[in-house]
């Protein structure tokens, strides 16, 4: 295969390479490294990760989420609401679509404000137990407990909505204050993580409004994680800081996120398309 036709999306600010995994076999690329090469900002396209629409047995369509770094991903937010977007404009899936994934099957729905298209996701419901997030050295739930990082003690909140996460609520200062670079890579790869982890540092604006930044696993800051959003929500209402429906603004735009009584989270928010592309595999990511 010479050349790869490909779509460059995001969801608020969260950015993403897709490509056609229908029409073209990718059995002779190593994804992981084509994902690194292609997530470049510099010799390559440049993006937070590299999304695959596939073919399912067991649902409308199968999304495949590669990291920057390389690292296949269970889940994405902000990733399946552009996988949902790139179906529905192409009038290859109506307004519900059912998403094969490593963390099972996810249900969005298509609906229409204001002239944008808006994507309801079902995340499912938050997985809470220590062992399955999964958290060494903790048993049972981890809500609001103490983790030493190079010295410094954070108390931490864990919920995995597919994908790990350690969520962090600040009170003494503004989360734009945060040394996020230095922090985020500390917890990520902290001995607590056999699986790494997605962070996020919380500030809590009102009962029903959160500022979160995030660094993500295997991509670093981005401007917004929907599945960081699900699990800071659900973190804030375990911990009696918000109530079940909540705006989440990132850095990149906000996201409205809902707890229902049914057990599952709920995600809304946009996606967007911006280039359509042809890549040259024979000169991409060569250095030179
Ligand atoms: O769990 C991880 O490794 C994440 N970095 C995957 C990507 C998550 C995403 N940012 C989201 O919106 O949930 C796409």
């Known amino acids: 295969m010479k050349s790869l036709e490909f779509v460059k999306a995001h969801g608020i600010g969260n950015d993403f390479?897709?490509?056609?995994?229908?029409?073209?076999?990718?059995?002779?690329?190593?994804?992981?490294?084509?994902?690194?090469?292609?997530?470049?900002?510099?010799?390559?396209?440049?993006?937070?990760?590299?999304?695959?629409?596939?073919?399912?047995?067991?649902?409308?369509?199968?999304?495949?989420i590669i990291n920057s770094d390389g690292s296949e991903a269970e889940m994405c937010g902000n990733g399946i609401r552009c996988f949902a977007n790139y179906l529905y404009t192409r009038g290859l899936a109506g307004n519900f679509i059912s998403v094969e994934t490593l963390a099972g099957i996810k249900d969005v729905q298509v609906s229409k404000s204001q002239d944008q298209l808006l994507f309801t996701v079902n995340m499912g419901a938050p997985i809470l137990e220590a062992v399955d997030i999964p958290v060494a050295g903790y048993v049972g739930k981890v809500i609001n407990q103490s983790l030493n990082v190079h010295g410094v003690v954070y108390d931490i909140t864990c919920v995995s909505m597919g994908n790990p996460h350690c969520v962090i609520f600040v009170q003494d200062k503004p989360v734009d204050e945060i040394a996020l670079s230095d922090v985020g890579p500390k917890i990520e790869m902290h001995s607590a993580f056999p699986k790494k982890t997605n962070v996020e540092f919380v500030e809590i604006l009102s009962k029903h409004e959160l500022k979160v930044r995030v660094w993500e696993r295997g991509a670093g800051i981005t401007l917004a994680c929907g599945t960081g959003a699900c699990a800071s929500v659900v973190a804030g209402v375990l911990n009696g800081y918000v109530e079940r429906q909540a705006t989440v603004h990132l850095p990149g735009g906000a996201l409205y996120i809902d707890w229902r009584d049914d057990g599952d989270v709920y995600m809304t928010g946009p996606a967007k398309e911006v280039f359509v592309g042809k890549l040259n595999l024979e000169t991409v990511c060569s250095k030179g």
């Open 17 to 64: 390479i897709i490509l056609d995994g229908l029409h073209n076999s990718f059995s002779e690329f190593d994804l992981s490294s084509l994902a690194v090469c292609l997530c470049e900002r510099h010799f390559g396209i440049g993006a937070d990760g590299l999304i695959l629409v596939l073919p399912s047995e067991c649902a409308d369509y199968r999304m495949r």
